[in-house]
């Protein structure tokens, strides 16, 4: 059988990636999820990293 893979861009390295999780309609990969994670939250990338995130669910919202 034919195995299909399909990637999706992610919304924060916009790097293309089979593994991830999806937030709303975003698509975070595996690699930006695990660094979220780790990022502590005083870290100016991780407030970069959710202020992204909130501009995608604020687009979500709106429309
Ligand atoms: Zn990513």
Known sequence: MEKR????????????????IHILESFLCYRC???????EPEDP??????KKLRKIKAATLLS
Request: hydrophobic share 35%; charged share 35%; proline share 0%.
């Open 33 to 39: 999820e695990k660094a979220i994670v780790r990022l």
């Open 5 to 20: 893979e399909w990637t999706e861009s992610c919304v924060l390295c916009e790097c293309y990636e089979t593994r991830g």
């Open 45 to 50: 990338e991780y407030l970069e990293a959710i």
